[in-house]
């Protein structure tokens, strides 16, 4: 098993620009969520889902989207880029919600 | 609405010595709280969970919490802390309706032979 897998590591984008990070997970899971992790903020979430073709918006949706078309992958766009999305970006899954979950390694943003 | 309060922003302890850290919630119903721990560059691992029962919950790597419902607490207890254990500790309450899960701002360790 690979675990949960996040594409790329490391982003830098300029402001307006769009771009999508990649989750994926084989390990069956039905529910996948996205944070991002702010120095001080600890961990947020911005959308998660239950199982294929169900998403639904979690503390901080503004300037995101995301789709759920497998239950393997879990892809977070971003819809035009700001600085205020200048963050790490922790995808995680779990067999359901409240079992454990398990996190990516992250992805490192900067908007420039 | 939920919340999670983790009050120690920093924590150094020397090595061998006993560890608390703290955490309260702020949620309704009976919560169902969990504790990760995050390496430095690395995602996060489950350490223990609390859903209902014994209050007094065992994790990995030595770790045990006690869930106080009068307090809205559930601090994370070490007796003797290993140099391996610095990282940075996140509390978190996953809600009964809406499946999300709200982590504190967490609390980072250092630890000192």
């Known amino acids: 098993n690979a675990g949960v897998t996040q594409t790329p590591k490391f982003q830098v984008l300029k402001t307006g620009q769009s771009m999508t990070l990649q989750c994926a997970q084989d390990?069956?899971?039905?529910?996948m969520s996205w944070y991002r992790q702010d120095p001080g903020m600890g961990l947020r979430l911005i959308h998660y889902?239950?199982?294929?073709?169900?998403?639904d918006q979690g503390e901080v949706p503004n300037g995101y989207n995301v789709s759920r078309s497998t239950t393997e992958d879990f892809p977070l766009r971003l819809l035009s880029a700001a600085p205020s999305q200048t963050s790490v970006y922790f995808c995680?899954?779990?067999?359901?919600?409240?079992?454990?979950?398990?996190f990516g390694p992250g992805t490192r943003l900067l908007v420039l | 609405a939920q919340s999670v309060t983790q009050p120690d922003i920093h924590i150094t302890v020397s090595e061998g010595a006993s560890l608390e850290l703290r955490c309260n919630y702020s949620?309704?119903?009976?919560?169902?709280l969990f504790w990760y721990v995050q390496s430095p560059g690395q995602g996060l691992q489950l350490l223990l969970k609390?859903?209902?029962?014994?209050?007094l919950v065992q994790g990995i790597k030595g770790f045990e919490a006690e869930f106080k419902r009068s307090q809205s607490s559930f601090n994370l207890r070490k007796p003797s802390v290993h140099w391996s254990d610095a990282a940075e500790y996140f509390c978190?309450?996953?809600?009964?309706?809406?499946?999300?899960?709200?982590f504190g701002t967490g609390t980072s360790l250092t630890v000192i032979p």
């Open positions: 995680a899954s779990s067999y359901r919600f409240l079992e454990t979950q398990y």
């Open positions: 390990m069956n899971h039905e529910y």
């Open positions: 889902s239950v199982g294929a073709g169900i998403t």
């Open positions: 949620y309704g119903a009976t919560p169902y």
């Open positions: 609390y859903f209902s029962g014994d209050t």
């Open positions: 978190a309450v996953g809600t009964h309706t809406g499946n999300q899960f709200y």
